[in-house]
């Protein structure tokens, strides 16, 4: 049992690239998040997803787009990379809405 | 609107006790608790729903007012294990986001 996986754990872009990151969970959860965390501050939603072929914006959604194709799998896309996406970014999932979440280790993102 | 956390930090030494507090603007149906060590993911600690409850497990407990809309992390006996930042994320009714306070480090020293 992994609970959550994430892929990359790190990467360097050049503004304007492009790259997808991508969550796995195995514990057959509904919900699924994605979050950035800039240093000294808490965690911002990027977006969400509350079952599969489910996606919905959170507080911070601009230049990502994401995908619920599978139950399992989260992706997280950024079509043209920009430096004020430098960041750590988390995915978690949850069960239910006031349950638990569960993250996985981050990815370490540097757009240069 | 962001919950505010407070303090921003605090230093304690081995045996100590302390108490961080996470308040809201808003009405909240739940509160949770996370720790997060450098470069890990943060952990869960416990969740705390709308009725005013009060919540525990060994020597960490919390509490929500929800008339004051905010909660407390009570941490007795620090432990070096305790270090690490702890950040309340705060949730409203039929809503599945929760907002996150911006974090409080705990630094328990020997």
């Known amino acids: 049992n992994a609970g959550v996986t994430q892929t990359p754990k790190f990467r360097v872009l050049k503004t304007g690239q492009s790259m997808t990151l991508l969550c796995a969970q195995d514990?057959?959860?509904?919900?699924m998040y994605w979050y950035r965390q800039d240093p000294g501050m808490g965690l911002r939603l990027i977006h969400y997803?509350?079952?599969?072929?489910?996606?919905a914006k959170g507080e911070v959604p601009d230049g990502y787009n994401v995908s619920r194709l599978k139950k399992q799998n989260f992706l997280l896309g950024l079509e043209s990379a920009a430096p004020s996406q430098t960041s750590v970014y988390f995915c978690?999932?949850?069960?239910?809405?006031?349950?638990?979440?569960?993250f996985g280790p981050g990815t370490r993102l540097t757009v240069l | 609107q962001q919950p505010v956390q407070s303090p921003q930090a605090v230093i304690l030494r081995e045996g100590e006790d302390a108490v961080i507090n996470c308040s809201s603007s808003k009405a909240l149906y739940s509160v949770h608790w996370y720790r997060q060590k450098h470069g890990e993911a943060p952990v869960f600690l416990m969740i705390?729903?709308?009725g005013g409850e009060q919540k525990g497990h060994d020597k960490i407990s919390a509490s929500f007012n929800e008339k004051k809309q905010q909660s407390s992390l009570y941490l007795t006996a620090s432990q070096l294990s305790y270090s690490g930042t702890y950040f309340c994320?705060?949730?409203?009714?039929?809503?599945?986001?929760?907002?996150w306070g911006a974090g409080t480090k705990l630094i328990i020293k020997p």
């Open positions: 514990m057959n959860h509904e919900y």
């Open positions: 994320g705060t949730g409203v009714d039929s809503n599945y986001q929760l907002i």
């Open positions: 997803s509350v079952g599969e072929g489910t996606t």
């Open positions: 705390l729903l709308k």
């Open positions: 978690a999932s949850s069960s239910g809405r006031a349950n638990t979440q569960y």
